[in-house]
């Protein structure tokens, strides 16, 4: 079944969140963390303050987790959109997800087979690849497994499968992806299944979760070409 009704309310309040969102949020809480540091260093700082710059820098960890986990979702910009059969995006997020993927002992597999182009925001797709891949391995978490991704085309349409052997969903938390904040991770925002729904109902796709507690879970997303 379609998940993209079920989803489409939230989309609103992704929209909503995400025109407060930006790049320059970033930049403040760099140079405040950076300070915050070297402050720690001092030899003046006491153990009962050095306490509290611990926390704030753990704080500040967190913002940037939440802005990076949605940062995409800030208005496609002109100069970002591309014609093309996401292999470029494809291979980038692939390598950039290969260390976090070796530190979890996740092995990751990589087929690409598609020749058919679509016009989509190469930032956002990108951003809502990673989201996808991190879920992947974090339910991985502590035993390790296996990462596939799949790329095909079948009658116009393009389909990237992303299969983990991690823990598994039952079809109640199915139902819970995409709703902001939603998490069961304690360091989790509960903010990337967000932007996965809102990046592929842009591009007029469909997201179709298949999941097994205990056995893993398959996202097959469809785009039209
Ligand atoms: P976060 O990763 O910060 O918790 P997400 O929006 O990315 O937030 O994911 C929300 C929740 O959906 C996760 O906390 C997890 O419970 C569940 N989830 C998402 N992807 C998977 C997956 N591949 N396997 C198992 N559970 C998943
Ligand atoms: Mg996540």
Same mark, same amino acid.
């Given at each position: ?5 079920? *989803?489409?309310?939230?989309?609103? @309040?992704? &929209?909503?969140?995400?025109a407060?969102?930006? *790049? ?23 153990p ?11 704080e ?7 802005v &990076?986990?949605y940062?995409s ?5 002109? %100069? ?6 996401? %292999?470029?995006?494809?291979e ?11 530190? *979890?002992?996740?092995d ?29 391995? %974090?339910?991985?978490k ?8 799949? @790329?095909?085309e ?12 991690g ?12 709703k ?5 991770? %304690? ?8 932007? @996965? ?16 507690k ?12």
């Amino acid at each position: 079944k379609s998940e993209r009704f079920l *989803h489409s309310e939230r989309l609103n @309040v992704v &929209s909503e969140l995400a025109a407060s969102v930006s *790049h320059e949020i970033r930049n403040p809480l760099t140079v405040t963390s950076g300070f915050l540091q070297i402050l720690n260093k001092s030899t003046t700082v006491n153990p009962e303050e050095k306490r509290y710059i611990e926390i704030a820098l753990q704080e500040l960890k967190r913002a940037e987790q939440i802005v &990076s986990d949605y940062l995409s979702l800030a208005k496609p910009q002109s %100069e970002n959109m591309v014609y093309s059969n996401f %292999e470029t995006e494809m291979e980038y997020t692939k390598n950039l997800i290969i260390p976090y993927a070796t530190m *979890h002992q996740v092995d990751v597999q990589y087929y690409f087979n598609n020749s058919l182009n679509t016009k989509y925001d190469k930032n956002q797709i990108q951003q809502c690849l990673i989201n996808l891949y991190k879920n992947a391995i %974090e339910a991985m978490k502590g035993k390790g497994g296996t990462l596939s991704l799949d @790329v095909s085309e079948k009658k116009k349409t393009i389909v990237i499968k992303i299969k983990d052997t991690g823990v598994g969903m039952t079809k109640e938390e199915i139902s819970r992806l995409g709703k902001p904040y939603y998490s069961t991770k %304690e360091e989790g925002t509960g903010l990337g299944m967000l932007v @996965v729904y809102s990046a592929i109902d842009k591009i007029k796709g469909k997201i179709e979760v298949k999941s097994e507690k205990g056995k893993g879970t398959t996202f097959v997303i469809t785009i039209p070409a």
